[in-house]
C-alpha cells in the first residue's frame, strides 16, 4: 500500500494542451515535494509546499498543496516536449523525519 | 557545477555476489541518503546520515544490505549475498540542512542487475 497515490500513472498529451496531476494520502504532512526524473538522471526538486492551501508557481508550473495537507496537485499550461519526464511527489509525514515518495506521474508531451 | 557522483553507473553481477556502490556526496553538505528505485516499489529510502552519523536505516534489510560513511567525501552501499530481489537503481543524494525536507540533490545512480 502506498502512502502517497499519484494520478494519473501515465500521461501522453500533445504539445500546446494543459493538464493535471495528483498526489493524494489519507496521512497530514508537514510538507510536501514534486520532482522531475529525466530517464537515467536522479529525481530534481520542483518546489517545496508547507502551509495547507499553499500555490506556488514556476513558469508554466503551478503546485497546490491541499488545505488539510493530505494532497497536492500539479498542473501545466500549454505542455512542451521539455517537460516530458516522471513527476514524482513526496512528503513529510508528521513526527517520521522522512520523506515518501510516491508511485509517480509518468508524462509524455508529444511534438 | 557541483554534482553527487555514484560509481559505478551499471553493475550486472550473478547472485551471492558481493555488491559495493559508492556515492561523493557535493562537498559541504552534512546530509547523505541512500535510495532504491523499481518499477514495482517506486523511489524507497534505505537509510540516511547526518554529518556521517547513521540517523535511520529501517529502509534496508539488515542481513545483507550496510550503509556506512568512512569520512565525509565518501558513503558506501554494500550488499552481500546479493539476489535478484535486489535489482533495482540506487540513488545517493545529499543535502545542507538539519531536515529531511531541505534539499536533496540527486546523483544519476547505480543500476544493479543480479542475474
Known amino acids: 500500500t502506498q502512502l502517497l497515490e499519484q494520478s494519473p500513472q501515465f500521461l501522453s498529451i500533445q504539445e500546446g494542451e494543459n493538464l493535471t496531476v495528483y498526489c493524494n494520502s489519507s496521512s497530514v504532512f508537514s510538507s510536501l515535494q514534486w520532482y522531475r526524473q529525466e530517464p537515467g538522471e536522479g529525481p530534481v526538486l520542483l518546489v517545496t509546499?508547507?502551509?495547507?492551501?499553499e500555490v506556488k508557481k514556476l513558469k508554466r508550473l503551478t503546485f497546490q498543496f491541499g488545505d488539510a495537507r493530505k494532497d497536492s496537485s500539479l498542473h501545466i499550461t500549454a505542455a512542451q516536449p521539455g517537460d516530458t519526464g516522471l513527476y514524482l511527489c513526496a512528503g513529510d509525514i508528521q513526527g517520521a523525519q522522512k520523506l515518501v515518495f510516491g508511485q509517480g506521474t509518468r508524462l509524455t508531451i508529444n511534438p | 557545477d557541483a554534482r553527487v557522483t555514484q560509481t559505478p553507473r551499471h553493475k550486472v553481477t550473478e547472485m551471492g555476489q558481493e555488491v559495493t556502490m559508492r556515492c561523493q556526496p557535493i562537498l559541504g553538505h552534512n546530509t547523505v541518503f541512500w535510495y532504491r528505485q523499481t518499477m514495482m516499489q517506486g523511489l524507497e529510502l534505505l537509510a540516511y546520515f547526518r554529518n556521517r552519523a547513521p540517523l535511520d536505516d529501517s529502509g534496508m534489510p539488515k542481513d545483507r544490505f550496510s550503509a556506512e560513511m568512512p569520512d565525509a567525501t565518501l558513503a558506501t552501499l554494500k550488499i552481500q549475498p546479493s539476489e535478484p530481489r535486489d535489482s533495482a537503481v540506487y540513488f545517493c543524494?545529499?543535502?545542507?540542512?538539519?531536515?529531511?525536507?531541505?534539499?536533496?540533490?540527486f546523483g544519476p545512480g547505480t543500476r544493479l542487475t543480479v542475474l
Open positions: 543524494a545529499s543535502g545542507l540542512g538539519t531536515g529531511v525536507t531541505d534539499t536533496q540533490y
Open positions: 509546499v508547507v502551509t495547507g492551501g
